[in-house]
């Protein structure tokens, strides 16, 4: 796993934190389902928690039909150099189907070819979060953060939701999050309750912005707001 010091941001973090947070807070345009990637780490120790997500993605787009509804894509890395993703999808057993044909593979994190498509995707058309699901970062680190504070400015935030805790791979996701204007949070691996709570949360503000979010009900939403840049004044 990649090493990342416990330390002060340097200027250039500081300066890309300063701009993200006078960005206005994502927000779907009106009458617009909002658009949420779901990438998930899926090397070979990942299976248990792909097949809790295929249970529980269908609940993120329950919790958002009366903010307008979602379409999520579908984005995941495996084995050796293997990146796919699904597109932007509106229908939940199809995202499930999709799911469940997918079966985990040893291999490296490919984290930065994540954050490089969204980034991709999102300057062809608004993304409005991205969560990550997984327990390594085997990657340097100063990319990942460039990557993320680009999603920054772009505004598409990103949630990083950490399985296991690891404490380097715990302090490049909250890097990865933070730079992007999105927040972190550890789960327990035999908690799928947690997992939903947090996917119910960031789905909530993908469809409907910061107030949707506040007005969730629970301790993942609350967690996940409170790191959430403060609304422009």
């Not at 995941?76 to 985990?104: H, I, K, N, S």
């Not at 991205?130 to 390594?136: M, R």
Request: proline share 6%; net charge positive; hydrophobic share 45%.
């Amino acid at each position: 796993m990649s090493n990342l010091p416990d330390k002060p941001a340097t200027a250039a973090v500081a300066a890309f934190l300063k701009r993200v947070e006078g960005l206005p807070q994502a927000r779907p345009a009106s009458g617009r389902r909002g658009r949420l990637v779901f990438a998930i780490d899926a090397t070979a120790s990942r299976q248990p928690t792909w097949d809790r997500a295929c249970q529980l993605q269908g609940e993120m787009f329950q919790a958002t039909r009366d903010l307008g509804g979602l379409a999520i894509q579908l984005a995941y890395y495996r084995g050796f150099m293997e990146f796919a993703a699904t597109p932007f999808l509106t229908d939940p057993p199809e995202l499930t189907r999709r799911m469940a044909g997918v079966q985990c593979l040893g291999g490296q994190t490919q984290i930065q070819r994540v954050l490089d498509h969204v980034l991709a995707e999102t300057k062809r058309e608004r993304v409005n979060a991205l969560i990550f699901v997984g327990d390594a970062v085997e990657e340097a680190v100063d990319p990942l953060c460039h990557a993320a504070g680009q999603l920054g400015l772009h505004g598409t935030p990103v949630f990083t939701f950490h399985e296991g805790g690891h404490p380097e791979a715990a302090n490049a996701l909250k890097q990865i999050a933070r730079l992007s204007g999105g927040a972190y949070a550890p789960f327990d691996t035999a908690s799928a309750a947690a997992l939903r709570d947090l996917l119910r949360a960031v789905a909530v503000y993908a469809a409907g912005g910061r107030s949707a979010l506040t007005r969730l009900p629970g301790g993942a939403a609350q967690r996940i707001a409170g790191q959430l840049p403060a609304p422009k004044a």
